[in-house]
């Protein structure tokens, strides 16, 4: 159970929020690429709580900027791009990609060029996505994670529904083994049948720890009772690791977050596919009956393991009250999770760097264990920064 205070801080994601301070040291994928196209140059998001405008201008550059023109509000998304930016539609005043305004028609007004901004945050176009940073500069590099950044492979996305609740809820389930076995039954047994639909697979386990890794991940780990072990990190702050597939879930605002995932699949000799960096990209089939809108006004179709997992999340309500909730042993990893958020924030407001960032433009690739879905438990435990030991029973009651 946590406070009122808590759960706010570690949900809310505005401008000035804690937790929102933190979620802007990290580069997010805001969008499809080609999304924004020469025939359709501009594109709305709200994202982490911002009202934003994505656009390519005619010189190929993509910028994003605040959606409310400096001058008397109107919306950037229909304004007319240019080889030097774009121009608001309603009086002309024209941003570039940074923010300047560069021209304000109808006269010129010099003291507005040189003094007044729009609000503009740096963007990558990468591996078919706009890529956003919107914290203090200079922004860091991303993260050289193996399945963002490995050459010897090929990649996909997977474009999931928006999640109508806030991103913390699909976080803290990448963190809480124990459903897969229950929530996903019908899609692991492999032909078998469960004991019982209460217990699903549940008896398969032998136990489940967790530990960070020396990256920064926080790890899940389980064993099963026949010898197996499988193991995903969360690469923090909102990345499952799991397989072949990175998920991001990216807030939009409080109480909505984009859910995507791209899959990495190495060639086996190691060979560099010229579209490497250029994936495919399919969209998720509807997961509700009415995708508009929410529970209880209409019903999930589980026809699949993230649908089941969607419908998990967003029940929870749009802020999951953790003031009203009773926590046992197999939470533990939803408690490492939520202290660990909390640090981290403390960390930033501090002025330190959190974990899972980089200021290094040429640090080295990031194993996370893309050619072995099965976790090598030996090779990452030397690094740990914490362990299974800072999560007790007694923890996770709190
Ligand atoms: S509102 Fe944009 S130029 Fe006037
Ligand atoms: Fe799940």
Not at 28 to 55: A, C, M, Q, W, Y
Not at 254 to 274: A, K, Q, W
Request: aromatic share 10%; with cysteine.
């Amino acid at each position: 159970m946590l406070s009122r205070e808590d759960n706010e801080l570690l949900t809310r994601v505005g401008p000035g929020t804690p937790g929102g301070t933190l979620l802007r040291m990290y580069w997010h994928p805001i969008s499809l690429s080609r999304e924004i196209n020469d025939e359709s140059p501009t594109k709305f998001v709200r994202v982490l709580g911002e009202d934003l405008v994505i656009f390519k201008d005619k010189s190929g550059r993509f910028g994003l900027i605040a959606d409310k023109c400096a001058h008397r509000n109107a919306s950037m998304v229909y304004g007319r791009v240019e080889e030097r930016g774009i121009s608001c539609a309603y009086h002309g005043w024209l941003y570039d990609c940074d923010g300047n305004i560069i021209e304000t028609p109808p006269e010129r007004n010099d003291s507005i060029m040189k003094n007044v901004k729009t609000t503009a945050y740096p963007v990558h176009d990468y591996i078919g996505m706009i890529w956003a940073y919107m914290g203090p500069q200079p922004a860091p590099p991303m993260m050289h994670y193996d399945t963002l950044f490995r050459a010897d492979g090929k990649r996909k996305w997977l474009m999931h529904p928006n999640l109508n609740a806030n991103w913390f809820q699909a976080m803290e389930n990448s963190m809480d083994p124990a459903h897969l076995q229950v929530l996903h039954q019908e899609f692991i047994g492999k032909g078998k049948t469960p004991v019982s639909t209460t217990r699903g697979f549940t008896d398969d386990v032998e136990s489940f720890d967790f530990y960070i890794t020396s990256y920064g991940g926080l790890m899940k780990h389980r064993r099963y009772i026949n010898g197996m072990e499988d193991a995903h990190p969360v690469l923090f702050p909102n990345i499952l690791r799991q397989g072949a597939s990175s998920q991001f879930r990216v807030p939009i605002d409080d109480t909505h977050t984009m859910h995507h995932r791209v899959f990495f699949y190495p060639t086996e000799d190691g060979s560099e596919p010229e579209d490497a960096f250029d994936p495919e990209i399919t969209f998720e089939k509807p997961i509700k009956e009415d995708p508009s809108k929410s529970h209880p006004e209409t019903k999930f179709i589980l026809h699949s393991v993230n649908s089941q997992d969607q419908m998990a999340w967003e029940t929870q309500g749009p802020i999951a009250d953790r003031t009203h909730e009773h926590l046992s042993y197999s939470d533990r990893g939803v408690v490492l999770l939520r202290r660990h958020t909390k640090e981290m924030i403390e960390r930033v407001q501090r002025g330190e760097d959190p974990i899972g960032y980089q200021r290094d433009p040429n640090h080295a690739i990031i194993d996370t264990n893309v050619d072995d879905g099965v976790w090598q438990i030996s090779q990452d435990r030397s690094g740990l920064a914490a362990g299974n030991a800072t999560v007790d029973a007694e923890a996770a009651k709190g």
